[in-house]
């Protein structure tokens, strides 16, 4: 991951990066120009040890896909639209742990049993999940 005046982008170094499609590297790419503050993140999932540049890529790319459902499921959600609103913000500035918050008021608000209460079970759970946290949204 490189900052260079304050858009964030993948590059990869070296003679060629075997076994990895230039598509993904694009896919990311264009996921970081929508969502720039998620860099950070991403860089946890390149900071990994023990794991092959190729499988980090292909991570990456999953994560990404998630991050997006997650945001645009969040912003469509129709109860409670004013925190609906803030959390799919939050998430557009890449600030996941306080849109994970403001999915935890709106579970705290929301009626257990409802399809609005699984919904939002559900995107907490993809939440944990897109923090790194998996463990935690076991039990939800």
Known sequence: ??????KVSLRLLGNGCLGIDPRATN???????????????????VDQRDVELAEKVEQIVVWAKKYRELTKSVRDESAEAELNKKAADLLRDGDLERAAEQLDQLMRQGQRGTDQGARLSYYRAQAYELQLLATKAWPL
């Open 1 to 6: 991951m490189e900052s260079v005046g304050g």
């Open 27 to 45: 896919e990311i790419n264009e996921f970081l120009s929508e969502f720039p503050k998620t860099g950070p993140r991403l860089q946890q999932i």
